[in-house]
């Protein structure tokens, strides 16, 4: 799957004030990888231009059925009946905003414009978006008409809080574009139904540590969790349920997840030992510190106390004197490989380089004894904290002893890496015997 082939969400943008935002909505989207061809109505195009939408969806905008005069009509367009054709290519349908004359009209299941037509001729999950005045929120007409879509299996995305364009405070703001942008993800993971991580237990480690120095200073890295995060989120969309075992100053973890927070290196060797026992896989997306202040001064040190002692081969020069942390990837590998049958079944971890990670990720997969590396190349501006990342996965090809695969990765966001690695990990673990011998 390509980066921008993840899937076409259908927009449809109804006129109210919300509309001006429905161009940062379909960037978001297309930033996430999908497709999307937005459908306006009349009102819609009172508050934003057809223009604007289409160059950011880099498709033309569907807005009438017939010829009204303009020279047009979208649903002839290439001879075919687009409304119904776009059926077979629409993964997601989200409304938004939809306003509460948009509800009423999919609620009643009227076929007077673009949009209600392809409404009832879709098949796809069904997202609305309601935006609209306290009061026309509260109505019992409009609640009565999201109640009967609901009840026909539409997802009501709760409206946000706050000040509304006409001056009321309350309820009926459209919610922030990553609220949509994550509704229609997670519609478009249900609706494909891609549950083959359901019964399994991921455990996750992710996100820097830190190595106190004394009470305010400690050692880190550029780490935010971001990628760890990926995982989790992806794994639990997937139906697996998911710990995540989480360094300080990371990203916020993703709901429906487990969170176990740590500090140090070990305390995350502690927590991440403590589960892997019961976890089906195990991926290590953390940047564990290697080293640690030998000791942790209780209280501030004084720039004098760092001086090397006079005459020694340090003096004059600051020294933190420090030592090795434990490797808790090569300590599960190790013991996964002394005990068979103990602990993940799939036991993956990363390689972050700052030259060509392939070499690097290859030797630590034979010295952690893991089944994946992925190798990233990390930097400033690369990779740490970002959204976007390029990897290569280096699996281990068998017990026969032959050379590993690796697999480039194209550039892509973290949450379509997290989708490959988890791809490697449900494979795995589908092909592993069960304990009573059978391939699962
Ligand atoms: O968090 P982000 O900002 O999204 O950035 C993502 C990332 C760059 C942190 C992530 O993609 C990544 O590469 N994580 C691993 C970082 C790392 O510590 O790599 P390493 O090559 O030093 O370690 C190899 C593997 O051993 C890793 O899986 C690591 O978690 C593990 N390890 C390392 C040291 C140690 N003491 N214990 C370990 O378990």
Known sequence: MTPSDRGKVVLGVTGCIGAYKAPDLVRELRRRGFRVQVILTRAAREFVSPLALATVSGEPVLERLFDDGSGRG???????VRHISLTDETDVFLVAPATAHAIARLALGLADDFLTTFHLAQRAPLLIAPAMNTNMLRHPATRANLETLAARGAEVIAPGVGELACGWLGPGRLPDIGVLADAAEAALRRGRA?????????????????????????LSNHSSGRMGAALAAVARDRGAAVTLV??????PPPGGVRVIPVGTAREMRDAVVRRAPGADALVMAAAVADFRPERAAGE???????????????????????VGNPDILAELGGRRAAEPGWGPVVLAGFAAETTDPAPEAIRKLERKRCDLIVGNRVGPGRVFGEDRTEA???????????????TPRPPETKRDLADAILDVVARRLAAAPDPGGNAS
């Open 74 to 80: 979208d649903d002839d367009a290439a001879g075919g």
């Open 194 to 218: 891609q549950s083959d991580l359901e019964g399994r237990r991921v455990l996750v480690a992710a996100g820097p540590t830190r190595e106190p120095i004394d009470p305010v200073r400690y």
């Open 246 to 251: 989480l360094g300080p100053g990371s990203v």
């Open 300 to 322: 501030k040190l004084k720039t004098g106390s760092f001086r090397g002692a006079p005459g020694g081969a340090a003096a004059g020069a600051s020294v933190l004197r420090l």
């Open 392 to 406: 290569v996965l280096v699996e281990r090809a068998g017990a026969d002893g032959s050379a590993p695969t690796v």
